[in-house]
């Protein structure tokens, strides 16, 4: 990282705070449009819930529809959380500082809006409590711990505890900052006691900093399993052509980075230019995670590719019309030509360009595609696959989704802006804690005749520093 | 009688005519709401059992052939493993069960299923009052949002083994109060229901002549490895190398 912007702590916490502390003009009606639009889903939710799901465009043998992509689509939105502040804090990548809060508060609310829809579409809704809850003690039934069902509940429900507590850990300090400075009386005390009686002492800092650091270890097998256990969803099924495939797992956990750390870099543009946070999310955070994400895209790209080549290897004719029905029978060839193109054919190529990665605009809109492409890469595995091009014709099926569940999956998308903009509200969005260690360790050291700027964690030779700012 | 029951069906693809009697019983025997035109347009349709037709040979030269399908009541049932809360199991009778009550409709067994022989309930059923009286007391009314299918017509199944029980007598083979309704239905004796474990029933005998070398039985979709206990006899005929279906 070239630029280096030494800020004092007063700055950095009147900047972080304040739009905490005051509420900015598009805020209102920003949330009430959003509000608006959950509310909607809410009732679309009850009126499919009263009439049945005779309401949504599900048919037999098309049973799962949008809902269903939209899960998977959600789940892998939630890795953003674990890739940016569990592995990079791990990894110890400076960049990461100013980005993990909005990447794992995204994960939790994300995380919300993907369980919102199986739940939803469950038959009778009114009963998945014997399903989720691994016990029922009325019948003495345990549920069927082969189905991947039941360890989907597990793995997101580990996932969405896992997050809540690690944004919870890390937020610590910055409510005891806002406990201290709220001016009403009220609020003062709402963050008292939210702030767990943080007070700055060396043993609370060391506590936090180890429970911060234990668990994004603890939680890293997660990454690995919630969605592979999404991918077996739909793996483990002999009958679906394009399912059964033993790729599936790996398959779906790198496009769920894919899309997720695409999301958090759209997130960060978001904050430069709502929050103006121009001095903390800088052109070289961008730069680091469109260099991440060109790995990322790639490695994805392999696997989007190797599952075509293990499919195609079979010759199977169900396998092979499957495949002419994604790629280029009405409506879902267009669709795959779109989603190649935004999630792979436009992005990458231009993230080679360092102009583009350093440019706020320009990552924004293709993160956005990338995000586009990739909810349609989840509709044409989960749709196409469900019509069916078997041997038995008769039974070959169709779908359109119905303006309830288009409703509804609008609603997941504005129930996480909403959720992000109530977050952004009551807590910082943006650690203060974490770019002021940042900043603190931040040296000017010498190598041969240049000046370079490094992150110093140990104490070196003093001669190694130019100066100290 | 043996002591162990495998229920098993014949279906004899040379024998159907397509009549749809077989589907016209399930539905009164198994209290399966009318199909009104609209349920085909949704695609939403319940069949247990359903006749599929297919188009065999080129305009003039065109035949119509017919298969019946229901649930096969596979041994390895690519739907029973997915049910998050055991609605759909195996019994100890060779026969895919559903048990309605713990079903909470999340549809991943109709998604596993090859055959597509799972009905969803996507509307609360409605009969019309004039036929309110006619549903079968044995059976449940299935309620929206759950699954159902072909159950080899259970209720008739237990009923026939514990009257025989009661009065001691031997299950007999072919017995008319234990078929299922479409095979008491079927007038031209393509459906043929029995007890595969019995090596003296007419389905055992059927099933050992057909899946002989060059006999004409096979399963359908056989390499899924579902080991299904429905058995299909192919068409005779010189016109007909394969069932139409593959």
Same mark, same amino acid.
């Given at each position: 990282?070239?630029?280096?912007?030494?800020?004092?702590?007063?700055?950095?916490?009147?900047?972080?705070?304040?739009?905490?502390?005051?509420?900015?003009?598009?805020?209102?009606?920003?949330?009430?449009?959003?509000?608006?639009?959950?509310?909607?889903?809410?009732?679309?939710? #009850?009126? !499919? =819930?009263?009439?049945?799901?005779?309401?949504?465009?599900?048919?037999?043998?098309? =049973?799962?529809?949008?809902?269903?992509?939209?899960? @998977?689509?959600?789940?892998?939105?939630?890795?953003?959380?674990?890739?940016?502040?569990?592995?990079?804090?791990?990894?110890?990548?400076?960049?990461?500082?100013?980005?993990?809060?909005?990447?794992?508060?995204?994960? $939790?609310?994300?995380?919300?809006? +993907?369980?919102?829809?199986?739940?939803?579409?469950?038959?009778?809704?009114?009963?998945?409590?014997?399903?989720?809850?691994?016990?029922?003690?009325?019948?003495?039934?345990?549920?069927?711990?082969?189905?991947?069902?039941?360890?989907?509940?597990?793995?997101?429900?580990?996932?969405?505890? +896992?997050?809540?507590?690690?944004?919870?850990?890390?937020?610590?300090?910055?409510?005891?900052?806002?406990?201290?400075?709220?001016?009403?009386?009220?609020?003062?005390?709402?963050?008292?006691?939210?702030?767990?009686?943080?007070?700055?002492?060396?043993?609370?800092?060391?506590?936090?900093?180890?429970?911060?650091?234990?668990?994004?270890?603890?939680?890293?097998?997660?990454?690995?399993?919630?969605?592979?256990?999404?991918?077996?969803?739909?793996?483990?099924?002999?009958?679906?052509?394009?399912?059964?495939?033993?790729?599936?797992?790996?398959?779906?956990?790198?496009?769920?980075?894919?899309?997720? @750390?695409?999301?958090?870099?759209?997130? =960060?543009?978001?904050?430069?230019?709502?929050?103006?946070?121009?001095?903390?999310?800088?052109?070289?955070?961008?730069?680091?995670?469109?260099?991440?994400?060109?790995?990322?895209?790639?490695?994805?790209? #392999?696997?989007?590719?190797?599952?075509?080549?293990?499919?195609?290897?079979?010759?199977?004719?169900?396998?092979?019309?499957?495949?002419?029905?994604?790629?280029?029978?009405?409506?879902?060839?267009?669709?795959?030509?779109?989603?190649?193109?935004?999630?792979?054919?436009?992005?990458? %190529?231009?993230?080679?360009?360092?102009?583009?990665?350093?440019?706020?605009?320009?990552?924004?809109?293709?993160?956005?595609?990338?995000?586009?492409?990739?909810?349609?890469?989840?509709?044409?595995? $989960?749709?196409?696959?469900?019509?069916?091009?078997?041997? =038995?014709?008769?039974?070959?099926?169709?779908?359109?989704?119905?303006?309830?569940?288009?409703?509804? $999956?609008?609603?997941?998308?504005?129930?996480?802006?909403?959720? !992000?903009?109530?977050? +952004?509200?009551?807590?910082?969005?943006? %650690?203060?804690?974490?770019?002021?260690?940042?900043?603190?360790?931040?040296?000017?050291?010498?190598?041969?005749?240049?000046?370079?700027?490094?992150?110093?964690?140990?104490?070196?030779?003093?001669?190694?520093?130019?100066?100290?700012? | 009688?043996?002591? *162990?029951?495998?229920?098993?069906?014949?279906?004899?693809?040379?024998?159907?005519?397509?009549?749809?009697?077989?589907?016209?019983?399930?539905? *009164?025997?198994?209290?399966?709401?009318?199909?009104?035109?609209?349920?085909?347009?949704?695609?939403?349709?319940?069949?247990?059992?359903?006749?599929?037709?297919?188009?065999?040979?080129?305009?003039?030269?065109?035949?119509?052939?017919?298969?019946?399908?229901?649930?096969?009541?596979?041994?390895?049932?690519?739907?029973?493993?997915?049910?998050?809360?055991?609605?759909?199991?195996?019994?100890?009778? /060779?026969?895919?069960?559903?048990?309605?009550?713990?079903?909470?409709?999340?549809?991943?067994?109709?998604?596993?299923?090859?055959?597509?022989?799972?009905?969803?309930?996507?509307?609360?059923?409605?009969?019309?009052?004039?036929?309110?009286?006619?549903?079968?007391?044995?059976?449940?009314?299935?309620?929206?949002?759950?699954?159902?299918?072909?159950?080899?017509?259970?209720?008739?199944?237990?009923?026939?083994?514990?009257? *025989?029980?009661?009065?001691?007598?031997?299950?007999?083979? /072919?017995?008319?109060?234990?078929?299922?309704?479409?095979?008491?239905?079927?007038?031209?004796?393509?459906?043929?229901?029995?007890?595969?474990?019995?090596?003296?029933?007419?389905?055992?005998?059927?099933?050992?002549?057909?899946?002989?070398?060059?006999?004409?039985?096979?399963?359908?979709?056989?390499?899924?490895?579902?080991?299904?206990?429905?058995?299909?006899?192919?068409?005779?005929?010189?016109?007909?190398?394969?069932?139409?279906?593959?």
């Amino acid at each position: 990282m070239q630029e280096h912007t030494q800020l004092s702590h007063k700055q950095i916490n009147e900047d972080l705070l304040k739009d905490v502390l005051t509420v900015p003009k598009w805020w209102l009606p920003a949330v009430s449009f959003l509000g608006l639009v959950v509310l909607t889903g809410l009732g679309a939710f #009850f009126f !499919m =819930m009263y009439h049945g799901l005779g309401v949504t465009g599900l048919n037999r043998p098309v =049973m799962w529809g949008v809902f269903i992509a939209n899960f @998977v689509f959600w789940i892998g939105i939630s890795h953003a959380g674990i890739m940016i502040s569990a592995i990079l804090r791990l990894t110890q990548a400076e960049w990461r500082r100013p980005i993990t809060r909005a990447a794992e508060v995204m994960t $939790v609310f994300s995380l919300i809006a +993907a369980l919102h829809t199986p739940l939803m579409h469950v038959g009778r809704p009114w009963r998945v409590l014997y399903w989720i809850f691994p016990y029922d003690f009325s019948r003495g039934i345990w549920p069927n711990v082969r189905s991947p069902f039941v360890w989907d509940p597990s793995a997101v429900g580990t996932y969405l505890i +896992a997050s809540s507590l690690f944004v919870f850990v890390c937020l610590l300090p910055d409510i005891a900052i806002l406990r201290d400075r709220a001016k009403k009386p009220i609020v003062k005390k709402i963050y008292a006691q939210m702030a767990l009686g943080f007070r700055g002492t060396p043993r609370q800092w060391k506590l936090q900093i180890l429970a911060g650091i234990l668990l994004s270890a603890l939680v890293l097998p997660v990454f690995v399993s919630v969605h592979s256990i999404v991918s077996w969803d739909f793996a483990v099924l002999i009958g679906v052509e394009g399912w059964h495939s033993t790729i599936f797992a790996p398959y779906f956990i790198i496009g769920a980075i894919h899309s997720g @750390v695409s999301a958090v870099a759209m997130l =960060m543009a978001l904050s430069v230019w709502l929050y103006g946070l121009d001095k903390y999310i800088k052109p070289d955070h961008f730069d680091a995670i469109a260099r991440l994400l060109i790995v990322v895209a790639t490695t994805w790209f #392999f696997f989007f590719f190797l599952e075509w080549v293990y499919a195609l290897y079979t010759l199977a004719p169900p396998e092979i019309a499957l495949r002419e029905l994604q790629a280029f029978q009405w409506p879902y060839g267009p669709l795959f030509a779109i989603f190649i193109i935004t999630s792979f054919v436009i992005p990458v %190529p231009l993230w080679l360009f360092k102009r583009v990665r350093r440019s706020v605009v320009w990552m924004f809109w293709t993160t956005v595609l990338v995000n586009i492409g990739m909810w349609l890469e989840r509709f044409l595995i $989960v749709i196409p696959g469900l019509i069916r091009r078997t041997h =038995m014709t008769f039974d070959w099926g169709t779908y359109h989704p119905s303006i309830v569940e288009i409703l509804i $999956v609008v609603e997941t998308f504005a129930f996480v802006c909403l959720g !992000m903009l109530l977050f +952004a509200k009551v807590l910082p969005l943006i %650690p203060l804690f974490d770019v002021k260690e940042g900043m603190v360790n931040r040296r000017l050291i010498k190598v041969g005749r240049r000046v370079i700027p490094a992150t110093i964690r140990e104490g070196l030779p003093h001669h190694y520093y130019e100066k100290k700012q | 009688m043996v002591d *162990s029951n495998k229920w098993g069906m014949v279906v004899d693809i040379d024998r159907c005519t397509g009549c749809q009697g077989c589907v016209v019983a399930c539905q *009164s025997e198994n209290n399966i709401p009318i199909n009104l035109e609209e349920h085909f347009n949704q695609r939403r349709a319940i069949q247990w059992i359903r006749i599929e037709r297919y188009w065999e040979g080129e305009y003039p030269d065109v035949k119509a052939r017919f298969i019946p399908i229901m649930c096969q009541h596979c041994g390895s049932a690519p739907c029973e493993p997915v049910c998050p809360v055991y609605a759909t199991y195996h019994n100890n009778e /060779g026969l895919n069960v559903q048990v309605y009550n713990r079903c909470i409709g999340t549809r991943f067994c109709a998604n596993g299923c090859p055959y597509h022989v799972r009905f969803f309930n996507f509307w609360e059923p409605e009969w019309p009052e004039s036929l309110k009286n006619q549903l079968n007391p044995d059976v449940t009314v299935r309620s929206r949002g759950i699954m159902e299918k072909c159950s080899f017509c259970v209720q008739r199944i237990q009923r026939s083994t514990r009257e *025989s029980e009661r009065d001691n007598e031997i299950l007999e083979d /072919g017995d008319r109060g234990l078929n299922p309704a479409c095979v008491n239905a079927c007038a031209s004796n393509s459906l043929i229901f029995g007890n595969f474990n019995d090596p003296d029933s007419t389905v055992s005998k059927m099933k050992e002549d057909a899946m002989q070398e060059g006999g004409r039985g096979y399963r359908l979709m056989e390499n899924l490895g579902t080991d299904t206990n429905v058995i299909y006899l192919r068409k005779v005929g010189e016109s007909v190398v394969e069932a139409p279906h593959g």
